[in-house]
């Protein structure tokens, strides 16, 4: 899966550990996200939009598979 993290990110500034406190998740969390190694839960996908203030299919892409 594709996803638009770390040019959200990038955009307000933020470090990938700022980001994981706000998600209340670990800096190594963000950085596999972003690199995709990792897809997030539903639950954490959710709070990723709502932080983003964008709906999910705006964030995560389904990749090449």
Not at 2 to 19: D, F, K, Y
Request: hydrophobic share 40%; net charge negative; proline share 6%.
């Amino acid at each position: 899966m594709n996803n638009l993290i770390r040019e959200l990110r990038s955009e307000r500034g933020w470090s990938q550990a700022e980001l994981a406190q706000q998600l209340d998740v670990s800096r190594q969390t963000i950085n596999a996200i972003e690199t995709g190694k990792y897809d997030p839960s539903l639950p954490l996908a959710f709070k990723i939009a709502r932080l983003f203030g964008m709906p999910i299919e705006m964030i995560f892409v389904p990749g090449e598979e």
